[in-house]
DNA sequence: AGGCAGTTGGGTAATTAGGGCA
DNA sequence: TGTGTCCTAATTACCCAACTGC
């Protein structure tokens, strides 16, 4: 147990920032999120966030095989 | 606007632009992947990228080993 | 109050992945 | 051993118009 809770980079990004990370187009990122490859939160507006944390996984190769 | 600033130096380069800047065929750049040659990431969707350092070094002729 | 950048959606072309062969 | 070319399937990139976020 600890209460020492490391400020985890919960900071959610916009489909532009995650494609910039990933070199892909942001329409890539929409789709990753459609098919269930990346978590993704929606707006109410209906745009949609990706957690900092998600993408620093599937950046180190580290996702749900499969 | 906060794009969380990506330092060129860690930019990600597509197989095709690799391949261009060694004159060789996309499939090769794969290969060397495969081959463990050059690190590379994987995106959500299977496709390759590769780090433009590491390009640069290979370029350099830097290699890792002879 | 309006404005701009970014995102959404669908559709089509280009690129990439993988295996096998020369 | 290494690279190029063949094939099919999957993924990605760019086109448009309209909406959201700040």
């Keep these: 147990m ?3 809770a490391p400020p ?3 900071r959610l990004l916009t489909p ?5 990370l990933f070199r892909v187009d942001p329409k890539t990122v929409t789709r990753w999120a459609v098919a269930g490859r990346i978590a993704s939160i929606r707006t109410p507006g209906g745009h949609r966030r990706f957690r900092e ?3 620093q996984a599937l950046l ?3 996702g749900p095989r499969d």
């Design 2 to 4: 600890s209460v020492t």
């Design 8 to 10: 985890p980079t919960d």
């Design 16 to 20: 532009g920032e995650v494609a910039a």
């Design 53 to 55: 944390t998600e993408v």
């Design 60 to 62: 180190r190769g580290e």
